[in-house]
């Protein structure tokens, strides 16, 4: 499987974006909000990748006690599917745990779902499938 994303939960967007694009040198792909998530985020692009800053637009939210008062946090990690019904299926079979046992839009119009972290070992696991492949 191919990472699509790593996602990283900051305390403070703007001066984080501003370390990674002009500091490290990413550039900017989208920023979007994504209501459902409770999340701002902005996409950089990261060769056939990306790293997705997400800021909590609650800090109230279990993302953001997730982060607690670090700066950044890992948040999940990502990967890219071709198929998003039939791996819920395979993996539901293989008795892993979902989040999410149909697809829901995620960022940057994806279809996405995430794994349960007791079933990853601890990480959050999100699967995502591009709904209009290039
Ligand atoms: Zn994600």
């Known amino acids: 499987m191919k990472i699509d994303h790593i996602a990283i939960v900051v305390a403070d ?5 501003a370390i990674y694009t002009q500091s490290l040198g990413f550039e900017q792909i989208y920023r ?4 459902d998530q409770g999340v701002e985020a902005v996409g950089l692009q990261a060769g056939e990748s990306s790293i997705e800053l997400l800021r909590p637009l609650d800090e109230g939210s279990p993302i953001a006690r997730f982060r607690g008062s670090a700066a950044s ?10 198929d998003l019904p039939a791996e819920i299926a395979a993996l539901r079979a ?3 745990r979902m989040i999410d046992e149909r697809p829901r839009k995620g960022a940057h119009g994806n279809l996405i779902a995430f794994i ?13 499938q591009q709904e209009h492949p290039a």
């Not at 946090?73 to 071709?82: E, F, G, N, Q």
Request: glycine letters at 6%; charged letters at 20%.
């Open 116 to 128: 349960h972290p007791a079933s990853t070992a601890g990480v959050l696991i999100e699967l995502c």
């Open 94 to 96: 293989r008795g892993v």
């Open 13 to 17: 967007l703007e001066a984080t974006l």
């Open 73 to 82: 946090k890992l948040h999940h990690t990502a990967y890219r599917v071709d």
């Open 32 to 35: 979007e909000t994504i209501a």
